[in-house]
């Protein structure tokens, strides 16, 4: 497709799993971005890659939060030792630019993690 | 602590009527962009404005930053029922890490 894909589009997990949330950004795009969204909320940053780099991942909530881009393609967000806290919509955007003025942000359909 | 203010939190007026949105920080932004997000889907890109005091307008809709690029609004003409949506502003600081607002629910009665 040409937008950008995450998946799985919902995990429903127990307390204390690992879960990794994918995604697959535009092809070409240079920079990913990382966010996680409460219902009816803004976008809370968590990270954000240019090529394979991971360029500031300060919005991360803690250690068990981590983040990779090992080709400057697919991303994928690890989250260990689920948390019931952790639950919410974790969105992926991409975007053309890596430098200067940032340019548009196109956001996937988010991942929907339920931690129960 | 959040980094950009967006105002009023929720909005629910009448087809026809004009309405203002405000997003303000007290940091200084490179640049600013507004978005729209409809239920289900992610934030689509309405605008970008880098210069202070720049002022776009898309249709019915006049965005503009503010001289010391602290902030920005976003104003609304004839408000019609396909307005309806979280309306969320992003600034970017430093080497483009993007944040956004809390954003402004907008409804728009037939």
């Known amino acids: 497709g040409a937008g950008v894909s995450q998946s799985p589009r919902y995990k429903v997990t127990k307390r204390g799993q690992d879960v990794a949330l994918r995604c697959d950004p535009i092809?070409?795009?240079?920079?990913l971005y990382w966010y996680r969204q409460a219902l009816g909320q803004g976008p809370e940053f968590l990270t954000y890659?240019?090529?394979?780099?991971?360029?500031?991942k300060s919005g991360l909530p803690n250690d068990r939060f981590s983040a990779e881009r090992p080709e400057g393609s697919i991303s994928t967000l690890t989250i260990q030792r689920t948390e019931q806290r952790d639950s919410a919509m974790y969105r992926c955007a991409s975007s053309l630019r890596s430098s200067g003025n940032t340019g548009e942000l196109f956001f996937g359909e988010g991942s929907r993690l339920t931690v129960l | 602590t959040q980094l950009l203010e967006q105002s009023p939190q929720f909005l629910s007026i009448q087809e026809g009527e004009n309405l203002t949105v405000y997003c303000n920080s007290s940091?200084?932004?490179?640049?600013l962009q507004w978005y729209r997000q409809e239920p289900g889907e992610g934030p689509v890109l309405l605008v970008t404005v880098v210069t202070g005091g720049e002022v776009k307008k898309l249709k019915r809709l006049t965005f503009q930053f503010g001289d010391a690029r602290k902030d920005s609004s976003l104003h609304i003409t004839a408000a019609q029922p396909g307005d309806t949506g979280l309306y969320l502003c992003a600034g970017a600081k430093g080497a483009q890490k993007l944040v956004f607002g809390q954003g402004t629910r907008l409804t728009i009665n037939p």
């Open positions: 092809s070409g795009h240079v920079s």
């Open positions: 890659f240019n090529y394979e780099a991971q360029q500031d």
């Open positions: 940091s200084v932004f490179s640049s």
